[in-house]
């Protein structure tokens, strides 16, 4: 399959305008969906973009490779998460046995590449994914200028990103209180 042109806009008023255009090989699914966040306290909220990016079999997504936050306010327009590098450093730090891949189609076509059970992986989760949040380069960057609360803040939120949209929950599984 040749390399297709894809190309995303989200705008607000004329000088929030911003794209971003890739080229990428066939044999990739991407998903789409949006955020936004006001990390500036002003009125407005900003629309950015958040991507995730399978492996395809038969047209179909197969196998979970990125997760992708674009914004403006990042140093360099967006930072990557690698779903393989994510997964090994959960079983890194807590081991193969709160790992769950999902690997149904409907899953990966939302987006959705882990199955969350109870709050202990919830949390274990959260933990994983603000730690690696923190570690990347881009977010140290956008992060410098800014209090110890409102890092904090922007971490959480980001995390929660993560975690709303990558996530599958079930409502059998959640835990009983």
């Known amino acids: 399959?040749?390399?297709?042109?894809?190309?995303?806009?989200?705008?607000?008023?004329?000088?929030?305008?911003?794209?971003?255009?890739?080229?990428?090989?066939?044999?990739?699914?991407?998903?789409?969906?949006?955020?936004?966040?006001?990390?500036?306290d002003k009125n407005d909220y900003d629309i950015e973009d958040i991507s995730f990016v399978s492996k395809c079999q038969d047209l179909k997504p197969r196998s979970p490779l990125y997760i992708t936050l674009y914004s403006k306010m990042l140093p360099e327009d967006s930072v990557t998460i690698d779903v393989a590098d994510l997964s090994k450093n959960y079983t890194t730090f807590l081991?193969?046995?709160?790992?769950?891949?999902?690997?149904?189609?409907?899953?990966?076509?939302?987006?959705?590449?882990?199955?969350?059970?109870?709050?202990?992986?919830y949390f274990q989760w959260r933990g994983i994914i603000k730690w690696k949040l923190t570690n990347s380069k881009q977010i140290k960057d956008l992060l410098l200028p800014y209090s110890n609360e409102k890092k904090n803040r922007v971490l959480n939120f980001l995390t929660h990103v993560v975690l709303a949209s990558s996530f599958k929950y079930s409502v059998d599984d959640r835990p009983k209180f």
């Open 1 to 40: 399959i040749p390399p297709v042109d894809i190309g995303a806009e989200v705008s607000g008023d004329a000088e929030k305008k911003i794209t971003y255009t890739r080229k990428v090989p066939g044999g990739y699914y991407f998903r789409f969906a949006a955020f936004s966040w006001n990390i500036e």
């Open 95 to 121: 081991g193969e046995s709160g790992l769950s891949r999902t690997s149904e189609i409907d899953d990966l076509s939302q987006g959705r590449f882990w199955h969350i059970v109870g709050s202990d992986q």
